[in-house]
Structures are given as C-alpha cells and as structure tokens.
C-alpha cells in the first residue's frame, strides 16, 4: 500500500473542505450533534447535513436544531390505523369461488352411491 498517495490524498481532501480548522470545527460540530437531544434518525440526518458544508456554522448549531416530538405509542396490533387501511379478506377456496363470467354454469355434483 503507498502511505504516501494515501496521505496526498487525505490532505487534499482535507483542504478543499477548508484546511485543519474547518475539520476541527466539523469535529465539534458532530460531537456536539451527537450528545445532543433527538432520535438517532434525527442525529443521523443532521449529521449528513452538517457534512455537507465544509466547517461549522456556528458555535453550536445543534442548540437551534429543530428537535422532533417522540413518536406516539404504538397501536395495539389489532388495531387499525387512519394511515393504513385494514388488510383485505382472504380468498375463498376455489370450490366456494362464484363462477367466472366468461365460464359456463356447471351442474352440481351428484354424490355417488
């Protein structure tokens, strides 16, 4: 492995994001959103946006973060919710099926002797 194209390319990268002060602040910027409130999803989201712009924005962006209210408790599963609508009934067997339109009447079965 050449360590020193890696480290060529570790450099150039660090310095088209605004040299060693933006990725301190970077830094900063994800522990801070680490530690602070909200989901793991909501960290998560946070932290793609904040990487998305080289350096901090601020001190502290997270403190002015919008936090999103938990999430309601789940519904008993039995329970039908307004979002999704209430699965569909089986389908009779064939036997008990009403006939196709297109297919002729049949008679009923006879049982044999």
């Given at each position: 492995m050449d360590f020193k194209k890696l480290q060529r390319m570790a450099k150039n990268v660090i310095d088209?994001?605004?040299g060693t002060e933006a990725l301190k602040a970077d830094a900063e910027e994800l522990k801070?959103?680490?530690t602070g409130p909200g989901t793991a999803?909501?960290?998560a989201k946070r932290a793609a946006d904040?990487?998305?712009e080289p350096g901090a924005k601020g001190p502290d962006k997270?403190?002015?973060a919008?936090?999103?209210p938990p999430a309601e408790a789940p519904k008993p599963s039995g329970a039908p919710?307004?979002?999704t609508?209430?699965?569909a009934p089986p389908e009779p067997p064939a036997a008990l099926a009403p006939p196709d339109a297109d297919s002729p009447p049949q008679p009923p079965s006879t049982p044999t002797p």
């Open positions: 088209k994001r605004g801070n959103i680490a999803s909501d960290k904040a990487l998305k997270t403190a002015d919008p936090v999103t919710t307004a979002a609508p209430p699965p």
